[in-house]
DNA sequence: ACTTTGGTTCACAAATAGGTTAACTTTGTC
DNA sequence: GACAAAGTTAACCTATTTGTGAACCAAAGT
């Protein structure tokens, strides 16, 4: 099991709403848990985040719960606002 | 000068139009040309890529060309059309 | 010179991500 | 319980990406 996992697992745990989602499909819902993972990696509200971001708390929640689908600049500008990188491997 | 900056310099030299919108913004294109990059290695044509993935050749030279942004989906199921698997690191 | 193949670009339509507001819930603290 | 802070969701709107068809160019082969 590796970190990811672990996470979900976590989260299930705390949010029931979480877990019921989980089901309908995990990969949907993969890259916002990366997301949020970061964010309380690094101790930052949605809030806080959303201000770095000059957008809404509302829409960090959507993109950590709801998000189909990202582009490629959001999910950059919101980790750099973490001050984290991303890197984009082709294997 | 990495295995990137290596096919930039390449392609400049096959495309004046390439080398003048490059100029334009080196960031824009990053992903267009590891895109690009990734095709020809397999060896496959727009076209080909396209019937794959339910779309058509104007859309792929236009990831690979234009784009300014890319979903997330488009970008995986681009590369496992390729028969490449897209690894997301954050750091 | 003509045709084919691969690629580019444009214009328009359709689909979807993200901005925004407001109402709501959850969690923690007193 | 009352309150505040953090997070969730829905609705609406706008901005952007992607689908699509057509016209075009360049290179290669006939």
Known sequence: M????KYIVK?????KKFAKNF???YESFKIGILLRQAREEVGVTQK???EKLSTKK???S???NHAEDIRLSTLKSYLEALGKKLQ????
């Open 11 to 15: 989260r299930k745990g705390k949010s």
């Open 23 to 25: 089901e309908k499909g």
């Open 58 to 60: 509302s829409a960090i």
């Open 2 to 5: 590796d970190d990811l996992e």
């Open 48 to 50: 806080e985040l959303a």
């Open 88 to 91: 984009i491997n082709i294997q």
């Open 62 to 64: 959507r993109i950590e």
